[in-house]
């Protein structure tokens, strides 16, 4: 019996967790009244940790707490009500001196007599074994108001052991963590792990997304079951995943001691709980202790029409490459989103047709149910009189940054309508791939309306009998990805005319390496060897770029490496340019190349030494532990000197996430017959054509024609211009993300970040039989501008960050080639335009009734401008020396 009455003893110790008292939660002594002072403030700053730097307020005041019913069947079941009272609101940074908005102002002058008065009405708190059960407060009251009481509420939630739990208080339905040690105990709350109904949205991919980390720790100082002290100390931090200079972070902390004990009221006798409370106050209902959403009143804020009016001038056509352009594009569109569809209609239908298009922009980037009606009954697709505003409007639902369900659906159903213009329909299809693939993305492929635009892509492409058609709906399916859709491709690939064959091949090659299976493999070794028909020089090449990028085996990296040799000229050096890139770059296939190589029939002069002007080249733009951007280059002429294709790329990689941000292949075919050439095996009989097509974003655009036939091509010819034609050309949302939190201390706080991009992207080809030379160009002009806006609300204070970084830049691709000899020369150039940086920090404080504090502070840089050949054979060509490679090929570009 002895031993027995031990080991109890032993356990009952272990499990109180060293800490002195109840084993459960916080106990008050009946007839006791507990008076305790209390703290809360906020701070804000871009993570540097400096106090003098921060901006930020601070609410104190005097606390009473008193129990006033236990449970007469169990001690852990009490009803306590909390008292706050008087009140004071001031500077964190106690630096500000004059320059302070509290100044001269008392406290119901700052919270306002109402505010304060319900801040000061009591709370009542239902703890059942130190877990919040019930809220009580009164009907009615400010939500601002009433969840700073909830937030001082929240902290005499908590347990006396050890231990893993959910627990629901201001901050939602949260996991926590508590360690208990002798007098003390600690409280860490995983506050991703909170579930709060909350607005908010985000880009979906991580490279243009925003990183947070958050972090919440409560340490309590225990004497005789309740409080000496409670130190909770709550952490936001934000950034932009590729500019890490915009960022910013909120320090959220409470303080609640205990100055002493007096002698209280006597506790409410009885059993029921119900008729307690009735006995207190019959006024008091039970409310969620969960944080509530409130928004403030906005009290002299232009309307949209003024808002409208002050901007426009900057959205003229001659200003949109300026930052202040997109500046006032995103401001715009936070004012859009808070919008009626009557007022937004409203100013369309005034606006004149030079400045529509922006405003089309704006509008659709808003993305709100207002706004999509609004531009749905605006447009008229039946008409082909604006089909400027109905491209734009397309490209920017093609660039949302959140779609959802009903813009799928109301995209569909256009599709279904009747058009003005077939380029417009067209253009409605590749943007509903788009769309798919963004809400497949984000969980939403079993929604109704991506199933039937899932139906809609493959059925149609199945039955299309004319060549436009299905070349619409491999453009969608290129946009999709849909996995089921790669057996449609690959039959179009290996049994397609030329443009439909390279196009499907494009489309594979569009799609992560895990869906490139064996079966896809042999489909496209197929291709490039040409087991079964003869491909053209552009199918063949991309075929074989998807295999060296697909985890090649050792036979198929040496068929490929055999083969060079017997091809066509510059096909050959071609092959051998893209072996050398990959060695060079150290692609994921250069393990295997170089294998390869060590056997001598794959690598002998004779193979490794044929001649030819086509190139492929890979660079890096920047490279960051965290984030590396690169540019390819790859050139393909035919036999005569013609240009064949060339393709410019750039992309973004973030961890294993990559964006496709800008992709401009300009094409040419059927041209031998200008010069008198004849064509390579495969392309004895295509029509002259000449035509650009690009990726932005990840988002396939609908190519454009320079001219089509050999009429069409004979009249460019003698009225050629060399004027460029746009590819795209407007105003986009890149960025978009917008989140509402719930600071455990009560307040509120809001973190947006918008990214916007005025964009034009245009390309031109001159062809000269005179001087037997043809020119290629490809224009690339941005304005970039992101902004963080990070705000903590009381309703009656507010405190903010703004942090902005704006540039201007543009990137030039010029490929000349003179065909009047063999082997012709070539010269290849990128030029980078002079770009200004400009970063902008903004804090602020601003009382509801007007009277605020404001501090700016900016730096500028300018990157200078220069000038890369990438590609020659002549010196005398290009007219520059051709210098080592530097580090960074375009630094300070976006």
């Known amino acids: 019996m002895i031993l027995l009455a031990v080991l109890f003893l032993c356990f009952i110790s272990s499990y109180s967790a060293s800490v002195k008292g109840h084993t459960t939660g916080l106990s008050l002594n009946n007839d006791r009244l507990y008076k305790l002072t209390y703290s809360t403030e906020v701070f804000l700053d871009r993570g540097k940790g400096k106090l003098h730097d921060t901006v930020g307020y601070r609410i104190s005041s005097n606390v009473d707490v008193v129990l006033l019913w236990r449970n007469p069947d169990g001690d852990d079941d009490q009803l306590i ?23 001269g102002k008392n406290p119901p002058k700052i919270i306002g007599k109402e505010n304060l008065e319900a801040l000061q009405r009591p709370v009542l708190l239902h703890l059942v074994h130190g877990k919040v059960k019930e809220f009580y407060s009164y009907q009615n009251e400010p939500v601002a108001i009433e969840n700073l009481k909830r937030g001082l509420a929240s902290l005499f939630q908590m347990q006396l052991s050890s231990g893993t739990t959910s627990e629901v208080d201001i901050s939602g339905d949260c996991k926590v963590t508590y360690q208990a040690h002798q007098d ?29 980390k958050a972090t919440s720790l409560t340490t309590y100082k225990i004497e005789d079951s309740f409080v000496v002290a409670v130190l909770a100390e709550e952490t936001r931090a934000f950034g932009l995943n590729f500019l890490r200079t915009v960022a910013g972070k909120i320090v959220s902390k409470q303080k609640l001691e205990l100055r002493t004990t007096e002698t209280g009221p006597r506790m409410i006798p009885g059993k029921q709980f119900a008729a307690v409370i009735k006995g207190v106050d019959s ?66 239908k005034t606006e004149n047709k030079e400045i529509l298009p922006q405003l089309v922009d704006a509008v659709t980037s808003a993305q709100t149910p207002h706004s999509l009606e609004a531009i749905l009954d605006f447009l008229d697709f039946k008409s082909d009189s604006d ?70 892509i493959l059925g149609g492409l199945e039955r299309a009998e004319k060549k436009e058609d299905i070349i619409m709906y491999l453009l969608a399916l290129k946009n999709a990805l849909l996995p089921e859709g790669i057996p449609l491709l690959l039959k179009y690939a290996e049994a397609g005319k030329g443009p439909i064959s390279h196009l499907a091949t494009t489309a594979l090659q569009r799609y992560d390496v895990p869906f490139i299976t064996e079966e896809v493999k042999k489909t496209l070794n197929r291709i490039y060897h040409q087991n079964h028909k003869i491909h053209e020089k552009t199918v063949r090449t991309t075929a074989a770029a998807i295999i060296l990028n697909s985890n090649p085996t050792y036979m198929e990296v040496k068929n490929l490496l055999l083969s060079i040799g017997e091809l066509p000229k510059e096909m050959n050096k071609y092959m051998l340019a893209i072996v050398h890139d990959i060695l060079r770059f ?20 004779d193979r490794f030494s044929k ?57 040419a075919q059927g041209l031998e017959t200008l010069i008198a050439a004849t064509p390579d095996e495969g392309e004895e009989n295509l029509d002259s054509y000449a035509g650009m097509s690009a990726i932005l974003f990840d988002v396939q655009l609908r190519p454009v024609t320079f001219f089509s036939g050999y009429s069409d091509l004979m009249s460019k010819i003698l009225s050629a211009s060399g004027d460029p034609v746009s590819v795209v050309k407007g105003l986009i949302l890149l960025i978009d993300h917008s989140q509402e939190i719930q600071l455990q201390s009560g307040l509120k706080a809001n973190m947006e970040m918008q990214g916007g991009l005025a964009v034009d992207i245009s390309g031109s080809m001159e062809f000269s039989l005179w001087y037997r030379e043809s020119k290629t160009r490809v224009n690339n002009r941005v ?104 580090e960074s090929p375009s630094s300070g570009w976006f």
Not at 193 to 201: L, N, P
């Open 387 to 456: 089909i400027i505003l109905q491209e734009r409007f397309l490209y920017a639902c093609g660039f949302a940054s959140h779609p959802n369900e009903a813009l799928l659906k109301a995209l569909i159903t256009k599709y279904h309508g009747s058009f003005g213009s077939n380029d417009i329909r067209e253009t409605v299809m590749i943007i509903i791939g788009a769309l798919v693939r963004k809400l497949c993305q984000n969980e939403g492929c079993k929604l109704k309306a991506v199933v039937e635009a899932k139906k809609l």
């Open 81 to 103: 009500k909390i008292t706050i009272m008087d009140v004071n609101v001031e500077n964190v940074n106690q630096q500000r001196g004059e320059k302070s908005i509290f100044k």
């Open 783 to 886: 304005a970039l501008v992101i902004n963080g806006d990070i705000t903590v609300d009381s309703s009656f204070v507010k405190t903010g960050l703004e942090t902005s970084v704006e540039t201007e830049a543009g990137l030039e691709f010029v490929s000349t080639v003179q065909f009047s000899q063999y082997p012709f020369l070539v010269c290849m150039q990128m030029d980078k335009s002079e770009v200004p940086v400009r970063q902008l920090e903004t804090k602020y404080e601003r009382l509801s009734t007007g009277r605020g504090y404001i501090s700016r502070k900016g730096k500028e840089r300018l990157i200078a401008g220069s000038e890369f050949p990438l590609h020659q054979e002549n010196s005398d060509m290009c007219k520059v020396v051709f210098a080592p490679e530097p």
């Open 586 to 605: 150290e692609m994921p296939a250069s393990k295997m190349v170089r294998q390869v190589l060590k056997e001598m029939i794959a690598h002998n002069y």
């Open 184 to 212: 003390k105990v600690t409280k860490i709350k995983t506050l991703d792990s909170c579930k709060i109904a909350r607005s908010g949205f985000t880009t979906q991919n991580q490279v243009l997304g925003v990183s947070s």
């Open 283 to 348: 006024k008091y209902k039970a409310v969620p202790i969960v944080g509530q959403v409130f928004q403030s009143k906005c009290t002299r804020c232009p309307s949209l029409a003024e808002h409208w009016q002050a901007i426009r001038k900057h959205l003229q056509p001659d200003n949109l490459s300026k930052a202040e352009a997109v500046r006032n594009f995103l401001a715009f569109i936070q004012h859009l989103r808070t919008a009626k569809k009557e007022e937004i209609l409203q100013i369309l």
């Open 611 to 667: 001649s030819g002007s086509s190139s492929a080249y890979t660079g890096y733009i920047e490279r960051h532990p965290h984030s590396t951007s690169t540019y390819s280059l790859d050139i393909l002429y035919s036999g005569s000197g013609i240009l064949r294709r060339s393709n410019l790329n750039i992309l973004q990689y973030m961890g294993k996430t990559r964006l496709h941000a800008t992709q401009v292949v300009i094409e």
